[in-house]
């Protein structure tokens, strides 16, 4: 469909044409993990900050990966982008979303519907809730 539709043609990877990728200069992954960009609804705004996903990380339908946001006091403004960095063998739940500038380490497992808000760079947990939380540690 990538190619028939035209959605998301400039890409030079297989992407599904129901995910929107900003900027695919600004995303890093292991060819590897391909089925990332598989599955429908999936958001990586990444227009000028850049994501990095780490090998053997799944990330499931309808996640939004975003590395910037409006201004608040000037809705037409954006803030500085920040990166996002998802660490090897991490789980990103469904409807999950993952904020600008959130660092995630190795083995992390977001919850479906969970919102991230900031870092948790030793990784080995659960993530749940809005605002995302530990919920569990493990080794």
């Known amino acids: 469909m990538q190619k028939i ?3 998301n043609r400039h890409i030079p ?3 599904s044409h129901r995910n929107m990728v900003g900027s695919y200069k600004n995303l890093f992954f292991s060819p590897n993990d391909m089925n990332n960009f598989q599955n429908f609804g999936c958001y990586f705004q990444n227009y000028q ?3 990095h996903i780490g090998e053997g990380t799944y990330i ?3 996640v939004g990966l975003i590395t910037h946001n409006h201004d608040i006091s ?3 403004k954006h803030k500085e982008s920040k990166d996002i960095i998802i660490g090897d063998n991490c789980w990103i739940g469904m409807n999950a979303m993952i904020l600008p500038g959130v660092i995630l380490g190795n083995n992390s497992i977001v919850g479906a519907g969970s919102v ?3 870092s948790f760079p030793k990784g080995s947990c659960t993530i749940v809730g809005n605002p995302g939380r530990i919920l569990e ?3």
Do not use: E, S
């Open 5 to 7: 539709i035209g959605y």
């Open 13 to 15: 990877f297989p992407v």
């Open 49 to 51: 900050g850049k994501i």
């Open 60 to 62: 499931a339908p309808n």
């Open 74 to 76: 000037n809705l037409d």
């Open 116 to 118: 991230v808000t900031k």
């Open 137 to 139: 540690k493990f080794d």
